[in-house]
């Protein structure tokens, strides 16, 4: 069975400072991983994903994830966060078998406050 | 590309009417997904569609709840009888293949519905 916990559910720091949002999973499979960020009355906006090759992604706006199968974690970093970096940020897993079990589950979502 | 278009974008309806959910798709994306967002159960999938076919509608409340995909470049997510349980913002996402979820999906602006 599938789920993704995201450990936190704000998380606050200054603008120019590091990101940490943190995210652990579980998969019977192998699992494709995902972080959208979702502004205020908008949609959700795709930032990485994971889907087996390279453990370390880069996605948008300076955002990075690293796939830690022996720990079982996505966690999303930034090296120096931006007032427009302020979103609630959802942690995706899938199940990438191909087949009709195949589920998607979303994370309780992180909001991320930046801090002038 | 426009991306995913929702109507409307507010609802505010009362207990017993009947409601209707309206998305258009990206443009040759084959797959079409039905989100629910609540502050209490996060993001649930509903329901999705390839090629206009429903391929799991496990997520939906079978008894008020209905989805279709008449043509591929429209759904409608209905509501009847609505419950102030409903309230919630629906979304749309849709993607260009499936492979078990591991592509990328682009969500709709949503629909705020209210069900007083």
């Known amino acids: 069975a599938q789920s993704v916990t995201q450990l936190d559910s704000h998380v606050s720091v200054s603008e120019g400072t590091p990101v940490l949002l943190r995210c652990n999973y579980s998969?019977?499979?192998?699992?494709?991983l995902f972080w959208y960020v979702q502004h205020p009355n908008k949609g959700l906006q795709l930032l990485l994903k994971?889907?087996?090759?390279?453990?370390l992604v880069k996605g948008i706006n300076g955002f990075e994830a690293e796939f830690k199968k022996s720990e079982t974690s996505f966690h999303l970093t930034k090296p120096s966060a931006h007032m427009s970096d302020a979103a609630e940020y959802f942690c995706?897993?899938?199940?990438?078998?191909?087949?009709?079990?195949?589920?998607?589950?979303f994370g309780k979502g992180t909001r991320l406050h930046i801090l002038p | 590309d426009a991306g995913v278009i929702q109507s409307p974008r507010h609802e505010v309806t009362e207990m017993g009417q009947e409601v209707t959910l309206r998305c258009k798709p990206i443009s040759g994306h084959d797959y079409l997904f039905w989100y629910r967002q609540t502050m209490m159960q996060g993001l649930e999938l509903l329901v999705y569609f390839n090629n206009k076919a429903v391929m799991d509608d496990s997520g939906m409340p079978k008894d008020r709840f209905s989805a279709k995909m008449p043509n591929a470049s429209f759904s409608t997510l209905k509501i009847q009888p609505s419950e102030p349980r409903d309230s919630a913002v629906y979304f749309c996402a849709s993607s260009k293949r499936l492979a078990g979820f591991s592509d990328t999906q682009y969500f709709g602006p949503g629909t705020r519905l209210t069900v007083l």
């Open positions: 998969s019977s499979y192998s699992p494709s």
């Open positions: 995706v897993v899938s199940d990438t078998t191909g087949s009709l079990d195949d589920k998607i589950i």
């Open positions: 994971y889907t087996s090759a390279a453990t």
